[in-house]
């Protein structure tokens, strides 16, 4: 008899990203597909240090099990780490620790979502996201961007219409888009918020991973941060943070900030799920934060990225010239890009390329490089002419190889 699965599953499918990494053993390929950090930047010096503190000074409830909520000593160190940059008003009892922020998300998804409620979602928006919440049966709409983030006119007129559960957003470096949300965006959306009563979830793991070298050029103050500034705002936002971009990934430590009535929903099916977060990796964390290392590495990993994704930027330039639109990254790890579908000097020669990322990605791989295709980060109505370039984990002489070969995939 065959296995009956759930009438859920029929609303998701594999990740097209996770498609695209089979095709990556061919020997050579240059890729960026990937939306993970450069392992070779891990301080695991410190890292090892946090492990020995934690297993010398707490060593029986390091390794014992934990609260659900998350290990005392590590939400101390969060709700400190949140303060320091200007979420006041954070304490330990006002956020969870999760199993990376992609369980805060599913989370989200399980506590809020029943079948046929709308939530808003930003067009393009992270891959994940649009799995998690098809598959607890939420109808998703599409809110368009621009280099500023979501644009705020049209997301109002949406909320206006479709009275959604919740929106999602990546304000700051989305994934993909990269794009930063305004200030005034920014205020907009807490406004909102407000004026129709709508829940904002705000998504930040790529937030501290900006590029400016003074306060002018870094990104605004969070949604969490600047709530303060519209009263009755932090009452209808949940804010996800995440250690896996700027620390380790494989330490799969996230929480959620967010209205006690949530997190203690939230709280009670996480217990159903995986009881608590390795309290092992929480105390790792806790010691790592502790020991004031985080600035250091937060600082160095700055620097690199923002020299790959300037490397990046000058190649597709000179690479494919007039044949790709791109708004040049302010932080983050990726690129995303527009294919014209015009030649590399079609003002001259009046060539035309590929226009589509699809097909692109196969000529690519021929070619040697990899990169994933735009349309999947669409809930509805996908650009087919869009793709993400990741430039975190490739160093400089390999991204304008690599940029190199995509050019000769082009035209």
Known sequence: MPIQFADRLNNVETSAIRELFKLLGKPGIISFAGGFPDSAMFDVEGIREAVNTALTEEAGSALQYGATEGYGPLREQLAAFMTSKGCSGVAPDNLIVTTGSQQALDLIGKTLISPGDKVIVEGPTFLATIQCFRLYGAELISAPIDGNGVKTDELEALIAEHKPKFVYLIPTFGNPSGAMLSLARRKAVLEMAVKHQTLIVEDDPYGDLYFGQT????????????????????????HCGSMSKVLSPGLRVGWMIGPAELLGKATMCKQFSDAH????????????????????????????YAERAQVMCDALRRELGDAIDFVQPQGGLFVWARLTGLGRDASVAGGRSVSDGGELAKRAIEKGVAFVPGAPFYCANPDHATLRLSFATVGVEKIIEGVGRLGKAVS
């Open 215 to 238: 306060a002018e050029d870094r990104p605004p103050p969070s949604l969490l941060a600047l709530s303060p500034l519209v009263p009755g705002s932090r009452e209808l936002l949940a």
């Open 277 to 304: 977060t390795s309290t092992f990796a929480q105390a790792t964390a806790a010691q790592y934060l502790k020991a004031g290392r985080m600035p250091a590495t937060l600082a160095h990993v700055r620097k690199v």
